[in-house]
């Protein structure tokens, strides 16, 4: 029984040697293609920028069209994404800033969108991640933009009133609350760190099995991992799983967030505009003028236009007392005949319109 045991196993095993050694081949051959794509650009003068998200995204859709399983589109995305990062990594590794230090979200964000393969830049606030690469630091940053229970991060929505910086991709990440401390059990911990986004998410856990323990904000949950490492066995943090290895933290409790479906959406910034990938979103900024019906007004030619609002919220100008803006996002490319159309009217409607830039929808 043993040995056709062990004979079946070994059959099977070298059935995947072969296969390992075919991928290797096939992988290789694609890596040699992608810099011929880099050497017919730099022959034609538009060498420009390496990453197109545009393509990026058709790429992944036309594979997850074409996948007949057993692997989950998911884990598809996931390979292939790292593929594309290796290979575009031959001609130069794409430099990404992100809201630091290790561990946090928006590192894992970073890295499920551009791969290991691009060089990471940890920065210390929001404000950094947009100067990295205002000041040609890095190529790209990636910034949270809105959470699906917490609503938006403001920082990131100001900051975006005031840059030049194009948003150029989107990347969605379930977010998974963790309590890490190096306490022996749950009841010795007497204080949580943690961002103030992720506090309000385990607003109601905290109530019912910490409710003595002091609440601390720090400017990342990475950070609050940190401090909690390097205090004693009292100190817990809220963190994901990347933050608990990276700082050696046991998990005294797994996904606390009070929301099952808890997401964070995160904008991908650059000095350029993404082309039309098929399935595009455009996101702006616009006001109105102070009159009656005047939000009306504004949102009258995107519908006449037959677009779709995927998104509308306010947010004070800072200019004035009462004054707001209104951050949009619409269906479709700006070069879309219909967008288009809608820019056009709202150009002439709006005291203010800016286009934060057209881009791919997340590809899951």
Not at 180 to 203: G, I, M, N, T
Not at 227 to 232: F, L, P
Request: hydrophobic content about 45%.
């Amino acid at each position: 029984m043993d040995n056709t045991l062990q004979q079946e196993l070994a059959n099977v095993r070298e059935e995947i040697d072969a296969l390992d050694a075919r991928l290797l081949d096939i992988l290789n051959q694609r890596a040699c293609c992608a810099q011929k794509v880099g050497a017919i650009k730099a022959r034609h003068g538009a060498a420009g920028h390496s990453y197109r998200p545009e393509r990026e995204a058709q790429v992944l859709r036309r594979l997850q069209a074409l996948n007949a399983g057993p692997l989950p589109d998911e884990s598809v995305t996931l390979l292939f994404r790292e593929v594309m990062s290796a290979c575009l990594s031959l001609e130069k590794p794409l430099s990404v800033a992100f809201l630091g230090p290790a561990g946090t979200f928006s590192e894992a964000a970073a890295v499920k969108h551009f791969g290991h393969a691009a060089c990471l830049l940890s920065c210390a606030s929001i404000d950094d991640v947009f100067r990295e690469v205002e000041s040609g630091h890095a190529e790209y940053a990636v910034a949270p933009l809105e959470n699906s229970t917490e609503g938006a991060v403001g920082r990131t929505l100001d900051l975006l009133l005031q840059t030049s910086l194009h948003i150029c991709g989107e990347v969605v990440v379930r977010i998974h609350q963790n309590l890490l401390s190096r306490a022996p059990e749950l009841r010795a911990v007497k204080k949580v760190y943690a961002h103030a986004q992720s506090l309000a998410q385990c607003h109601e856990w905290l109530n019912r099995n910490l409710p003595e323990a002091e609440r601390v904000r720090v400017a990342s949950n990475a950070l609050a991992a940190q401090q909690a490492a390097e205090e004693d066995e009292t100190v817990a943090a809220i963190a994901g799983v990347a933050a608990g290895e990276r700082y050696a933290l046991a998990t005294l409790a797994a996904s606390i967030e009070d929301e099952p479906n808890n997401t964070t959406r995160f904008a991908v910034l650059g000095r350029h505009d993404a082309g039309i990938s098929g399935r595009d979103k455009t996101s702006l900024i616009l006001s109105s003028r102070n009159r009656p019906g005047a939000l009306f007004e504004l949102l009258k030619p995107v519908a006449a236009a037959g677009v779709s609002m995927c998104r509308l919220e306010s947010r004070p100008a800072r200019q004035g007392l009462w004054e707001y803006v209104y951050y949009m996002d619409v269906e479709g490319h700006r070069l879309d005949a219909g967008v288009a159309a809608a820019l056009k009217s709202l150009q002439e409607e709006a005291a203010y319109l800016k286009v934060l830039g057209s881009y791919p929808v997340a590809v899951y």
